[in-house]
């Protein structure tokens, strides 16, 4: 005596389940998970043959303003358009993972500093052309940070976390992409001091509001205003936002300065 019982339904669920634990559901592109098991690997053989490696950080230049004018729908469309397009610049051997938001990386395999730049100008000319979003042509520009191994680490993280340096050197520079400079790493003590005395000045409400008009230009009458948040540093005095938001969005303040500017 004996039973049958199909379980193939079992396993596409299996499959299913594994699928999305280690992939974005928005893009269909690998996620961290699998961003940093690829790298793992990718490090452990780029030893084993003495071979270089790169990792690329990619974030979309004022992304925001898509989202708050056109509607996540239209953000969610453009994220899918350049996930499509970054993977058309890679060979089999590379990776280009989503890490959420507007934010990619790249993994290079066997690529050395040129052979990394040369893929990150192939990734700028894919994203040149205008997107089409429900007749809306969307012009797209980013910024990318480049980290070599072993040059620049030699465990994932670190290449991560210093591509992602090199990707924030590029946006203030404006200048497309930028390796890995450690005299331009801001990750020191004085920064993290930065930091704590930021988490202070939120918690002990020493920020200010500057409130700028808004004119309706028919009646010439005031009908609201701007908040501008300030810091004002007991030593440094009045902070620009372009030096503490960046601060407050890297080291997760941000939702705490957000609610403490709304109150």
């Known amino acids: 005596a004996g039973s049958l019982t199909n379980i193939s339904e079992h396993k596409r669920q299996e499959a299913s389940m594994h699928h999305q634990a280690l992939h974005d559901a928005l893009t269909g592109l690998p996620n961290r998970v699998l961003l940093d098991d690829r790298l793992e690997h990718a490090i452990l053989l780029a ?45 089999e051997t590379d990776t280009v993972a989503r890490f959420g938001g507007d934010e990619f990386s790249i993994l290079l ?30 012009n797209i520009e980013a910024s990318f940070g480049i980290a070599l191994y072993p040059e620049h680490g030699s465990d994932g993280n670190t290449l991560i976390k210093r591509a992602d340096v090199a990707m924030y050197t590029a946006k203030q520079a404006r200048s497309g992409y930028a390796v890995y400079d450690p005299t331009r790493d801001q990750n020191s003590p004085r920064r993290l001091a930065l930091m704590g005395e930021l988490r202070n000045a939120i918690e002990y409400n020493k920020l200010l509001l500057h409130y700028q008009p808004k004119v309706d230009l028919s009646s010439g009458l005031v009908c609201g205003v701007e908040a501008l948040v300030r810091w004002e540093h007991p030593e440094r005095g009045l902070v620009s936002p372009d030096d503490f938001i960046p601060l407050a969005e890297q080291s997760g303040m941000i939702d705490a300065l957000t609610e403490r500017v709304l109150n």
């Open 109 to 138: 395999s066997g690529m050395n500093r040129e052979g990394a730049a040369a893929a990150v100008d192939r990734a700028v000319q894919k994203l040149k052309p205008p997107f089409t979003i429900d007749n809306h042509h969307l």
């Open 47 to 91: 030893h084993h043959q003495n071979e270089p490696l790169a990792v690329v950080m990619m974030d979309m230049d004022r992304f925001k303003d898509v989202n708050d004018t056109l509607g996540h729908q239209i953000g969610d469309v453009l994220l899918k358009q350049i996930a499509a397009r970054l993977q058309t610049t890679l060979s």
